[in-house]
């Protein structure tokens, strides 16, 4: 365990407070800087005031409508309250409200954010701020359960004509130039099939426990529910090794399905997926939504399809696979995907835009 910082280091904040206060009041939040002024002498309840009066402005409306200085004035306030708990040796308190100003507040303050979290995880060392990998059962199995993948029973639990269409390709020894010019500029998609063996992660993230002890603490936004469409889905923030007690328990009868929140480039680094891909050519027979929020995402339930309602969507032709561990997939623009796990997995998406690609 490393010594444990006096203080925790804010020069942002001590930077741009004055300014930042000063639009709050612009914006009316009187209030909110009077406990802020209270907050920054160290008063704790101050602090949580302020964050509760920040968290009331991000809720406010939908997200993107919410004033940028509201989200820093929550990183703010997140930020006093982690001093102050940090002062009290609340590590693990203070760890929690520094994640949640990282989720969601403004980019103003997120240096500070960083290296606070950088200093409390480093002062916890491997046992975690107040017990970590110590506490539940993950620390009794080294190793996710090895599922077996046999293809009639995997075809039982996967929609009507899986594995009977088109197969997504899948190539090794791939260069930049062959991608760019067989599947990107074509838009076509592809599995990369030898491109993450060195990857750290694709033999540490076997181990819970080992998960646990690195993130364990860490507080992650995560979605409860078999996807966003379903009536019973929603959000949480919940401890990281709340997350994995949820997956490794495969119990979804109290919360549902959980997934972390968060596929041009979609890289499956532990266990396996059924990915089934339409073109976009096909978009009117997916019956997207007509709500410009959910334009993007089609009525179509794959696991139950209603033929009176959605009559051209049973015979669409598709593309399909079953990514395997190591194996990257490039989803080209505009492609709909249904992706289905068939063990405990975790997954990486890469995103980019052309804007992006160009500099």
Request: net charge negative; with cysteine; charged share 25%.
């Amino acid at each position: 365990m490393a010594a444990v910082p006096a203080e925790l280091p804010m020069p942002t904040l001590d930077a741009e407070s004055e300014n930042l206060l000063q639009n709050v009041s612009e914006q009316g939040g009187y209030a909110f800087v009077n406990l802020a002024a209270l907050a920054a002498g160290g008063d704790l309840r101050a602090a949580e005031a302020a964050r509760e009066m920040a968290w009331e402005q991000l809720h406010s409306g939908p997200w993107h409508s919410v004033l940028p200085v509201w989200r820093d004035a929550y990183s703010m306030s997140c930020l006093r309250m982690a001093v102050a708990l940090h002062r009290a040796g609340d590590w693990r308190e203070a760890l929690r409200v520094l994640d949640l100003g990282l989720i969601m507040g403004g980019n103003l303050l997120r240096k500070d954010l960083d290296s606070a979290v950088e200093l409390i995880m480093r002062s916890c060392g491997d046992g975690g701020c107040g017990g970590g990998a110590g506490e539940g059962s993950l620390e009794e199995r080294s190793e996710w359960c090895s599922e077996s993948c046999d293809k009639a029973e995997v075809i039982r639990v996967l929609p009507n004509r899986s594995l009977s269409c088109k197969f997504v390709e899948k190539r090794s020894s791939l260069s930049l130039e062959a991608f760019l010019c067989d599947y990107f500029i074509s838009g076509v998609p592809v599995i990369i099939s030898d491109c993450m063996a060195d990857w750290p992660a694709s033999t540490k993230w076997k181990d819970p426990a080992y998960l646990k002890k690195i993130a364990g603490d860490r507080t992650v936004p995560v979605e409860v529910g078999k996807n966003y469409l379903c009536s019973k889905w929603k959000q949480e923030l919940i401890p990281f090794s709340q997350f994995l007690e949820r997956i490794q328990s495969n119990d979804c009868s109290a919360a549902g399905p959980t997934y972390l929140a968060q596929h041009p480039l979609f890289d499956q680094v532990v266990g396996r997926k059924y990915v089934r891909l339409y073109p976009a050519s096909v978009s009117e027979d997916l019956y997207p939504f007509t709500e410009s929020m959910l334009s993007n995402s089609s009525q179509v339930d794959l696991d139950n399809i209603y033929d009176k309602e959605f009559p051209k969507a049973r015979d669409l032709d598709f593309m399909d696979c079953i990514l395997e561990q190591g194996q990257m997939l490039y989803i080209p623009p505009k492609w709909w995907h249904y992706v289905k796990s068939l063990t405990t997995s975790f997954s990486v998406s890469f995103w980019w835009n052309e804007m992006a690609a160009n500099t």
